[in-house]
Antibody
Framework: EVQLVQSGAEVKKPGESLKIACKGS????????VAWVRQKPGKGLEWMGI??????DTRYSPSFQGQATISADRSTAYLQWSSLKASDTGMYYC????????????WGQGTMVTVSS | QSVLTQPPSVSGAPGQRVTISCTGN?????????VHWYQQLPGTAPKLLIY???KRPSGVPDRFSASKSGASASLAITGLQAEDEADYYC????????????????FGGGTKLAVL
């Protein structure tokens, strides 16, 4: 089965660092792009950026450049923050795309990140 | 404020037909870029519903269809069922937001469908 499985929910304080993960299985992970999408509580979807695990080509949405860092190895994609803010609270989804800007055909289950003092 | 505009909500009775619009401009939909549609059921991850303007992935009922004209796209749902109650999002690409290191993939603001 083709799937993306994400790491579990996180509760952090402002200023802390965090790295969440998205592991692909059932397909050639390095042949597809992996995007990250944020959804704040009760709000819509926001596309953050995308990486090709095969060559680490990474592109960010202008709205998210500098806010978080996307990386990947041969089986897992990552989204990390060096200094979290309360405004980073939300559900984060990883998705699979054949190319940029193809549709996201596979979605992870989501990782809830809560940043609160 | 998304560059792709969707109505916040639509509603319909079971069995009826509803449509959801997604309006952009010449930098995105009107520039010839594909539109994709996603369905997000309450408490779940989004699911791809339509890709490349009008194509249905395997397993998506043919009650769901979509089209694109000029700088707008629309999703149609016929034979409305209670299980269709969800949030629907359009997605496209905006060239004005892109360069060698930036990518202007954008979502619409989302439309909540209520089945009365």
């Amino acid at each position: 089965e083709v799937q993306l499985v994400q790491s579990g929910a996180e509760v952090k304080k402002p200023g802390e660092s965090l790295k969440i993960a998205c592991k692909g299985s059932g397909y050639s992970f390095t042949s597809y792009w992996v995007a990250w999408v944020r959804q704040k509580p009760g709000k819509g979807l926001e596309w953050m950026g995308i990486i090709h695990p095969g060559d680490s080509d990474t592109r960010y949405s202008p709205s998210f450049q500098g806010q978080a860092t996307i990386s990947a190895d041969r089986s897992t994609a990552y989204l990390q923050w060096s200094s979290l803010k309360a405004s980073d609270t939300g559900m984060y989804y990883c998705t699979r795309s054949a190319h940029v800007p193809a549709a996201s055909d596979i979605w992870g289950q989501g990782t809830m990140v809560t940043v609160s003092s | 404020q998304s560059v792709l505009t969707q109505p916040p909500s639509v509603s319909g009775a079971p069995g009826q037909r509803v449509t959801i619009s997604c309006t952009g401009n010449s930098s995105n939909i009107g520039g010839g870029y594909y539109v994709h549609w996603y369905q997000q059921l309450p408490g779940t991850a989004p699911k791809l519903l339509i890709y490349d303007n009008d194509k249905r992935p395997s397993g998506v009922p043919d009650r769901f269809s979509a089209s694109k004209s000029g700088a707008s796209a629309s999703l149609a749902i016929t034979g409305l069922q209670a299980e269709d109650e969800a949030d629907y999002y359009c997605q496209s690409f905006d060239s004005s937001l892109s360069d060698s290191s930036l990518s202007g993939v954008v979502f619409g603001g989302g439309t909540k469908l209520a089945v009365l």
